[in-house]
């Protein structure tokens, strides 16, 4: 499981989708959000929408791996189609903040990969967000102010990247979950493998 | 630092040389031992080859970073080279076995990053020690043994890697290389990079 985050703006969304397309193990949670459905965003894709009611369902009744609340809107991650792609032998890719990343590592510890991607500045990722044009003047200042408190929590993740050039950063990324698929504990079948090799009647 | 671990003729040696070639970041520890030189092994790139009270002298001295008796001779890693490599900005590879592993686990914690290399089938492993050349058929056979032995500590490995075909399992060192450089506890320059970041006056 791999978590990335980064403030808003600094290229998170662009990167988890090419990495999606480049990647055919990696399948990316969609969240549940109860903020309206902004220009250019799928239903489905970017988030499922849905309205409060339903989101106090999904809570009470254990749906959800992870909430938060943030400007007044609800964010929470459905369990079941992580665990359904999980048991499939896909790694899941969570695009959540770092709130949501505290609660996964709680419940998941060191079987999650967390990658924190920083702007290469705050001047640029300020051109990022006006570059959408879809948000206010006070919208993007409150999008500012949120991003400097996002990066605060950059010491909580396993690998900090900087996201000048987006090819560089992917590419980081994909070197990443390859190596981390090369860890021991993440290999089960090494057990079975190195048991057949050292069961030689004559070693 | 990056420990390659394996049993004699599962391809360490050749790995690493390799690596060295391909990666001008990496510089080879090269150990100490008090055993013979072998036709084809050259003083000071395969190992410095010293006498026991040399040896006695560096144990004494506090110069090695760890040391392990093996089939009666003695091997170890003098602390000043590798020492002087990371003050330079390189990362040091050490081609030691399990011993000197936990040994070095034990001065270094989490910046030591332990791979370990695993022959595909015991058959080739004894190939491959055969084709050498250079051994007697007792000298295989205590090979052989010491070789399940060695296997048998694969799990205090951070990567386990199956060295089925070399150019891969280079492929995959490297990989691992590249990823453990973007952990954020190897970026401490990240610090001066964030605080700049977030010091934007109006953030």
């Known amino acids: 499981m791999l978590v990335l985050s980064s403030p808003s703006g600094a290229g998170k969304t662009t990167l988890s989708r090419k990495l999606l397309e480049v990647d055919p193990g990696v399948e990316l949670s969609v969240s549940v959000t109860t903020r309206k459905q902004r220009p250019g965003e799928i239903d489905g894709r970017d988030y499922h929408f849905i309205d409060a009611a339903r989101?106090?369902?999904?809570?009470?009744?254990?749906?959800?791996?992870?909430?938060?609340?943030?400007?007044?809107?609800r964010y929470g991650t459905p369990r079941a189609p992580v665990e359904a792609a999980l048991a499939s032998g896909h790694d899941v890719l969570f695009d959540i903040d770092w709130?949501?990343?505290?609660?996964?590592?709680?419940?998941f510890g060191t079987d999650l990969v967390r990658i924190f991607v920083l702007p290469p500045s705050m001047q640029?990722?300020?051109?990022?967000?006006?570059?959408?044009g879809t948000d206010s003047e006070e919208v993007i200042d409150?999008?500012?102010?949120?991003?400097a408190s996002e990066?605060?929590?950059?010491g909580e993740y396993d690998y900090v990247l900087i996201n000048e050039d987006m090819?560089?950063?992917?590419?980081?990324?994909?070197t990443i979950i390859e190596a981390e698929r090369l860890r021991r504990d993440r290999r089960p079948y090494l057990f079975d493998f190195v048991?057949?090799?050292v069961e030689r009647p004559n070693y």
Chains 1, 2 share one sequence.
Do not use: P, Y
């Open 99 to 107: 709130q949501g990343t505290q609660q996964l590592r709680g419940a």
């Open 124 to 132: 640029e990722l300020e051109r990022r967000l006006r570059s959408r």
């Open 151 to 154: 990066i605060g929590h950059w």
């Open 142 to 147: 409150s999008r500012m102010r949120r991003a």
């Open 55 to 73: 989101f106090d369902a999904m809570v009470k009744g254990g749906e959800l791996l992870e909430w938060a609340q943030v400007f007044g809107h």
């Open 167 to 174: 090819d560089e950063c992917l590419q980081e990324v994909r």
């Open 195 to 197: 048991r057949r090799l």
